[in-house]
């Protein structure tokens, strides 16, 4: 898997100059105005949130004995709690309303990439928008099913370090996986789709590392997230599909 996880991140490499090649920036003004008004959002209500997360989870604790500590503690895991529910919805949104814009830009890419391989009829702008919701909506619900339990291990010593890691590397899963899925729409029905990301985690993960990498980029990040991660799973799922056949 690990091999994989490369070969995802490698294809970042080349989004930007196929993105300019193929005269595709037309294509990403509006997932592009959605990823920033989006994140805005977010980032306002995560701010705003934060502090009351904080308060709450320190009066769990009732003894006066080490609640400075414990209240300090509560802030920093206030926040941390916050900001990963936050990028989990920000993730998942911006995929499911810009399904409809990347539809086209991954059908663009695969007949550049593969020019000799049955043309797959394109989906309808509604059927773009409802299989996008569909997706990240079955994801939000399993991201969140799987990071909270992993936000709980960071009350505990030494194995906190380690569910960082871990809560990343989910991270990274879901976010490969919406923007494969862009590709996969024209190949796979709902549950195919599933289950062929499933056996393809590596190329979901490195692809979202990719992801979340880009993100800590201020501005620019939430600006070029999508391009180049669409861009990149759709070279890396072009490819497996070619492999396959």
């Known amino acids: 898997m690990f091999k994989h996880i490369l070969i995802g991140l490698k294809a970042y490499s080349g989004a930007f100059s196929l993105i300019s090649k193929l005269k595709l ?17 977010i ?5 705003g949130l934060s502090d009351n997360i904080g ?11 080490g609640k400075s500590t414990f209240t300090t503690i509560s802030s920093i895991i206030g926040a941390l709690v916050i900001l990963v529910i936050g990028l989990i919805l920000y993730k ?3 995929m499911a309303l810009s399904a409809p814009f ?3 830009v991954s059908e663009k890419i695969e007949a550049h990439l593969k020019p000799l391989n049955k043309k797959q009829e394109a989906s309808s702008f509604q059927t773009l928008l409802w299989r996008g919701i569909r997706i990240n909506s079955r994801n939000l619900v399993m991201e969140l099913l799987l990071s909270v339990p992993i936000l709980l291990l960071k009350f505990i010593p030494v194995i906190n370090i380690f569910s960082t890691i871990l809560l990343f ?5 879901y976010a490969g996986f919406g923007n494969m899925d862009y590709t996969l729409e024209r190949h796979f029905t709902y549950k195919e789709s599933l289950h062929y990301v499933r056996q393809r985690r590596g190329l979901a993960i ?12 201020p501005i620019i990040g939430v600006l070029l997230v999508l391009p180049l991660s669409v861009t990149a799973a759709t070279i890396n799922t072009v490819e497996s599909l070619d492999d396959e056949r």
């Open 169 to 173: 590397l989910v991270q990274a899963y």
């Open 92 to 94: 998942h949104i911006i």
């Open 43 to 47: 980032g306002l209500t995560a701010y």
């Open 206 to 217: 490195g692809n979202g590392i990719g992801f979340l990498l880009l993100l800590l980029i």
């Open 102 to 104: 990347m539809g086209p």
């Open 25 to 41: 920036w037309t294509y990403f003004v509006v997932p592009i105005l959605i990823s920033f008004l989006v994140a805005v959002f």
């Open 55 to 65: 308060n709450f989870i320190a009066n769990i604790w009732i003894w006066d004995w």
